[in-house]
């Protein structure tokens, strides 16, 4: 099975994964900035749809990362997903974007049995979710996610972005302070969800915030 | 490609409307066009995160009912045209990256057209001055897919205000003026706003206009004084340019010295004389305009074209400073996808080259890029 994953939750991301690959990983790409997502996904998509020698008619099922994360970013992965997975006629799911950091800190040696996701929600908040580990599973979800000030999180040890850009009040893990959802880790964590038979999202976004729209109150006087 | 009859498909979310249209040339295949506006009632205004929430649910399902009412499929498209500006950023994103995915995914040339040239270039198409919306419009613009030489453009509508000058549609467009603060279209929501009259406030104020008296009340004409205004021969700063700002503050004035005083407010007559104050300044500031730069023909586009007044008023001047209005049946001066799709086969039948797949959408796009280059 053959997923173009994407995920624009933070940085810009795209990866093509395979469970006949060698890791799982056909070819993947990810920007460092977090602002220029229009500009960047789709040559990137392009160039490794060319570089991996795949066309669309060889992709059978497309993931997006669902957030949360920063509205407008976040909008420019999901609408290009939904758009190939029209075009080309394919499934599309959606994950919640964290679970790509989760299923890297299951990976690496020294991941906690419980543990926080954290990534940058900007106006001095984060994004964060807690999850569990037991021994060859998956990370599982369980609480989350959620939009709060750092300083509210539960105290456990905290992995991501979010958890180094407020390492003074997080137990933040030195080796993953910079770590960002990556869609190399969501398409991985989709095909090993798929494969033992369990569910993903739709596309639906988890923007968590309202849209910030006021009703208007009475009138301000001119005079 | 066919580069004599092309079928371009075009993609609008600058504003409120999520539009997709199709044209084959000049001949218009299908607008389709999903509207938000009905969530932006209780606010008064759009609000852009709002509207770009309502593009991205919204994109997929317009774009599959284009395809389906064209009865054309995406593998028939020669070339597909997104606006990439001017607009509200956000909502614009949702457009550019729904396109470039449509353009990686098809592999067709992809143009990042100019909003307000779009709104121009829907002029070209062969519309049926019969049908339905468009009875008694004055259509035919293009000849043969020429637009007449000395052409002008004004456009008013809630996101803008301009007047343009088209020597050509595909290469070469000035702006003559525009508004410095709100649009037009801004000005009346507010306004419907001070006069509890509810959104959207256009067709609201045009509506109670019609029982006022324009003359009860004298509302200002703003950037007309002499220092702004200049001669023809030495123009001031903003000889063509309008605001619309200290309008909107004068009726709030106005509307609190009746209730300060215990008066019942003259609600028709208040909406009466601040359309006339808002229609008579576009108006004369765009004659002029015309006047000044040989403009022969003018084109009326933008939301603020369905106004009543606005269309008499500009018929009356342009037909007595001998300039000829062509207003597009209504659905096509809204914004839309289909303005885009005609902008676009322009491009593609002179010859002008795409513009790839990295540009950046640009909220404040000036009118002389009517397409990015790649
Ligand atoms: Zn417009």
Redesign the pocket.
């Known amino acids: 099975m053959l997923i173009l994953a994407i995920d624009t939750s933070a940085v810009a991301s795209a990866a093509l994964v395979s469970d006949d690959a060698l890791e799982g990983v056909v070819a993947s790409f990810s920007t460092e900035d977090t602002r220029s997502h229009a500009e960047v996904l789709a040559p990137g998509i392009e160039d490794l749809l060319a570089s991996a020698g795949v066309t669309g008619r060889d992709i059978d099922a497309i993931v997006t990362g669902v957030g949360p994360g920063p509205f407008t970013g976040l909008r420019s992965g999901i609408a290009t997903a939904r758009t190939l997975a029209f075009v080309w006629d394919k499934p599309l799911y959606g994950l919640m974007s964290l679970d790509a950091v989760a299923l890297e800190v299951a990976e690496s040696t020294e991941a906690a049995a419980e543990f926080l996701v954290v990534t940058d929600a900007r106006r001095k908040e984060v994004y964060w979710a807690r999850y569990s580990l037991a021994d060859g599973q998956l990370p599982q979800l369980e609480d989350g996610p959620h939009v709060s000030f750092a300083a509210d999180l539960p105290d456990l040890p905290a992995y991501g972005a979010g958890a180094g850009l407020y390492s003074d009040v997080l137990r933040a893990d030195a080796g993953f302070s910079n770590e960002q959802p990556d869609a190399l880790y969501l398409g991985q964590f989709a095909l090993a969800r798929l494969a033992s038979g369990k569910q993903l999202l739709d596309s639906t976004p988890l923007y968590l915030r309202e849209s910030d729209a006021q009703v208007p109150g009475p009138r301000k006087r001119a005079l | 490609m066919n580069s004599s009859q092309p079928l371009v498909l075009g993609i609008e979310s ?2 409120d409307e999520t539009g997709v249209g199709i044209v084959r040339g000049t001949t218009l295949l299908t607008n389709t066009v999903s509207s938000s506006m009905d969530e932006h009632v209780r606010f008064g205004g759009v609000i852009p995160e709002i509207a770009s929430r309502a593009h991205l649910d919204a994109f997929v399902p317009t774009l599959r009912q284009a395809l389906a009412d064209a009865d054309v499929t995406l593998a028939d498209v020669d070339a597909i045209a997104v606006t990439s500006g001017p607009g509200l950023a956000g909502a614009l994103m949702v457009g550019v990256c729904a396109a470039k995915a449509l353009a990686v995914a098809t592999g067709k040339p992809l143009y990042a057209i100019n ?1 307000l040239v779009a ?1 121009v270039g829907v002029g070209l198409l062969d519309v049926n001055p019969d049908g339905g919306a468009a009875a008694g419009a004055a259509v035919g613009l293009g000849h043969a897919g020429r637009l007449p030489e000395n052409l002008g453009a004004l ?1 008013v ?1 809630g ?2 205000t301009e007047i343009l000058k088209i020597n050509s549609i595909t290469s070469d467009v000035r702006l003559l003026g525009s508004t410095i603060d709100d649009a037009a279209g801004e000005a009346y929501d507010k306004v419907a706003r001070i006069l509890g009259l509810g959104y959207p406030g256009g067709p609201a104020i045009d509506k109670l206009a019609r029982t006022g008296n324009p003359k009860a009340i004298r509302f200002p004409r703003g950037l007309s004084q002499p220092k702004y205004m200049g001669t023809a021969e030495e123009p001031g700063k903003h000889r063509y340019d309008w605001s619309f700002s200290g309008l909107k503050t004068a009726v709030a004035r106005c509307v609190e010295q009746f209730e300060a005083r215990g008066e019942e407010v003259p609600v028709a007559d208040v909406a009466a004389a601040f359309q006339e104050a808002v229609v008579d300044v576009i108006t004369s500031k765009a004659v002029l305009a015309c006047r000044e730069h040989g403009i022969k023909d003018v084109l009326l586009g ?1 939301g603020v074209a369905a106004n009543s007044r606005l269309r008499e008023l500009t018929g009356q001047r342009c037909s007595s400073a001998g300039i000829r209005l062509h207003v597009p049946p209504l659905e096509l001066c809204t ?1 839309n996808g289909a303005m885009v799709a005609a902008l676009g086969a322009q491009l593609v039948m002179a010859g002008i080259g795409p513009s790839g797949i990295r540009f950046a959408p640009d909220s404040s796009m000036p009118v002389t890029a009517v397409s990015l280059p790649a």
């Open positions: 600058s504003c909003h709104h456009l509508s996101g803008h933008g914004d």
